[in-house]
């Protein structure tokens, strides 16, 4: 009977058959069950881990692209990849993620999103039972977009009003793709597709929620999937800093809950990547990135020398060299050009690697 069906849209063509499973899909690509490593090595998994997800994820909105039911079952194993990744080293999937092309952003972004809401489940010590429940919301929490038109998706450049305002139909959309199968989905799924664009002030949509009506579950994805979408770099702009991301979350009044934020933001690391930072040698830098290194002693590039007032030529300081003794405010020291100079820096240093 599949192969009777016909696509809409399609002029009455034949469906595509849904693609045979990879062999790959097992636990050996998966890692699951794998013991911990080094930072480098759990990376060199994570980017399995996410070329199976990734596959896995495209061949799912194909499947509602073409009206097929969506098989749950199939991601589980997915979700549970993700998790035992995130358990073993935080910042692996995290990491691998971060770079991604237009035409797989949408995808990629899934993925991101999962890991970083079975992180934060485990940060907040939310019941471990219900991590992959999580995990599955993260990872399903953009399909509506899978009736959204690939134009849109993967335009190269911001979209207009009238193109955001279906853009926003993806929230309902996966609602109903979600709700329209054979299997009730468990309801923090359901939650969090429909409402992971609601801000407590009332802005959001679909519903326009307020705080007293969002759920911890649509909070947390709400923070999640922003994160992700800031820092990650598209055709019409650069990628935010995970600091830089972070500040700007936590200066938008009424969008985001402060506590998970806080919580988000321990996640993310004690100093992330383009925080400012004061050094044991009373010199202001700003923290590079290191994928690999120690997260308590990331390398830094000092710019400034506190005791002399001077401006500093940017050099690479290794972890470990001069110390880091504290986050700064850059308001403490007054510098007005301070997220220019941020930019600037961690953009020479990654032109240099």
């Not at 923090?188 to 409402?195: G, R, T």
């Amino acid at each position: 009977m599949q192969g009777d069906w016909r696509a809409p849209g399609t002029g009455g063509a034949p469906m595509p058959q849904r693609a045979a499973p990879r062999a790959s899909l097992g636990p050996a690509a998966l890692h699951l069950g794998a013991r911990r490593a080094s930072v480098a090595q759990e990376r060199n998994r994570a980017r399995e881990i996410v070329s199976v997800a990734k596959e896995q994820i495209t061949s799912t909105f194909e499947d509602v692209r073409f009206g097929r039911n969506i098989n749950v079952k199939a991601l589980w194993p997915l979700v549970s990849s993700i998790t035992a990744s995130v358990e073993r080293h935080s910042g692996a999937i995290m990491g691998v993620t971060r770079i991604k092309d237009r035409h797989e952003y949408t995808y990629l972004h899934s993925v991101a999103v999962c890991g970083l809401m079975i992180n934060l489940a485990r940060r907040m010590n939310i019941d471990p039972s219900l991590h992959h429940t999580i995990g599955l919301a993260g990872l399903l929490h953009d399909v509506g977009k899978a009736r959204i038109p690939t134009t849109l998706l993967d335009k190269a450049g911001p979209l207009t009003a009238e193109e955001m305002a279906v853009m926003r139909t993806h929230c309902e959309l996966g609602h109903d793709i979600l709700t329209g199968g054979e299997d009730r989905l468990p309801e923090i799924v359901l939650d969090v597709v429909l409402h992971h664009h609601e801000r407590l002030d009332g802005t959001g949509y679909p519903d326009f929620k307020d705080q007293h009506s969002i759920s911890t579950y649509a909070r947390m994805a709400a923070i999640c999937d922003v994160y992700d979408a800031v820092t990650s770099a598209r055709t019409y702009k650069p990628a935010w800093s995970p600091a830089a991301a972070i500040e700007w979350m936590s200066e938008e009044p009424g969008q985001f809950d402060s506590q998970i934020l806080s919580a988000f933001s321990g996640m993310i690391g004690i100093f992330p990547t383009g925080a400012l930072v004061r050094l044991q040698s009373d010199r202001l830098a700003v923290v590079l990135e290191d994928p690999d290194g120690d997260p308590m002693m990331p390398p830094v590039c000092p710019f400034y020398c506190i005791m002399t007032k001077q401006a500093l030529p940017w050099r690479l300081s290794p972890p470990g060299m001069d110390p880091i003794v504290g986050i700064e405010s850059p308001d403490r020291w007054r510098m007005t050009n301070w997220k220019e100079m941020r930019v600037a820096i961690l953009a020479h240093f990654e032109a240099n690697v």
